[in-house]
């Protein structure tokens, strides 16, 4: 019996150790990354990249979106900056491409993770619970593809929350996949557009106006975006109401 209990302790603890490194990882990336993600060290760094990308066209992509995988997949500072780069160093196109590769890659990592260490268990307490907790969950299930995309659209939901909070609410893996790639596409377009600025920006001794997204003629579109991913719920709640 001992022995059958050590089992279950070892194999839920193996389950957990993926999101249990991925945190440690983060953590101990926040206190010594900061420095070498940063935008001083892209315009520092600025002449050996494109010295590098032109000589290593294909090594330069594969090593960016790898790079990009890491950062987002273990939560580092510094996806901001990645994206910019992707932009300085490819152009809006492909750039923006490579952006959504990686990123897309990284949060499928965090979230397979997170789900193994705790989504079916958490999952399924929200199921068995009662009161608000569980209209919460019943609402995400009926509209999932409608708040995916929302939270990967509205700029101030944190990138890693959009990651998280799928894995525990039994998303399946598909459908993150597909809601993470085109949701982000819109944010990623801009933030791209502006790396691919940042040869002027540097010659100016500026910084880039990371902002931009919040400015009428962007945010404006990214919410018609939003409008649209609720329109179903909308639609749906009417419907309910009118009993049709």
């Not at 910019?84 to 990123?103: D, E, K, Q, R």
């Not at 809601?179 to 819109?186: A, E, H, L, M, V």
Request: hydrophobic share 55%; aromatic share 10%; with cysteine.
């Amino acid at each position: 019996m001992a022995d059958m209990m050590t089992n279950t302790e070892k194999s839920a603890f193996q389950k957990k150790l993926p999101i249990l490194i991925i945190v440690a990882v983060a953590l101990l990336g926040a206190f010594t990354l900061r420095d070498y993600l940063s935008f001083d060290a892209l315009r520092d760094n600025r002449e050996a990249l494109i010295a590098f990308r032109d000589a290593n066209y294909l090594l330069a992509v594969l090593g960016f979106i790898a790079i990009y995988v890491v950062i987002v997949a273990f939560s580092l500072p510094g996806a901001a900056i990645a994206t910019l780069t992707g932009g300085f160093l490819f152009a809006t196109f492909p750039g923006f491409i490579y952006n959504i590769i990686g990123a897309t890659i990284g949060a499928t990592a965090i979230f397979s993770a997170a789900r193994m260490g705790f989504g079916d268990k958490l999952a399924a307490k929200m199921e068995s619970s009662e009161g608000l907790v569980k209209k919460i969950k019943d609402g995400i299930d009926e509209n999932q593809w409608s708040v995916l995309f929302l939270i990967r659209l509205v700029p101030a939901v944190p990138f890693f929350v959009a990651n998280l909070v799928p894995a525990l609410v039994e998303v399946p893996l598909r459908r993150f996949v597909i809601s993470t790639f085109f949701g982000i596409i819109p944010g990623s377009i801009v933030y791209t557009s502006v790396g691919a600025g940042l040869g002027e920006v540097f010659e100016r001794g500026d910084t880039p106006n990371l902002g931009i997204i919040f400015e009428p003629h962007i945010l404006l579109p990214i919410l018609g975006l939003c409008a649209l991913a609720l329109l179903p719920i909308i639609l749906k709640a009417v419907r309910g109401k009118e009993g049709i």
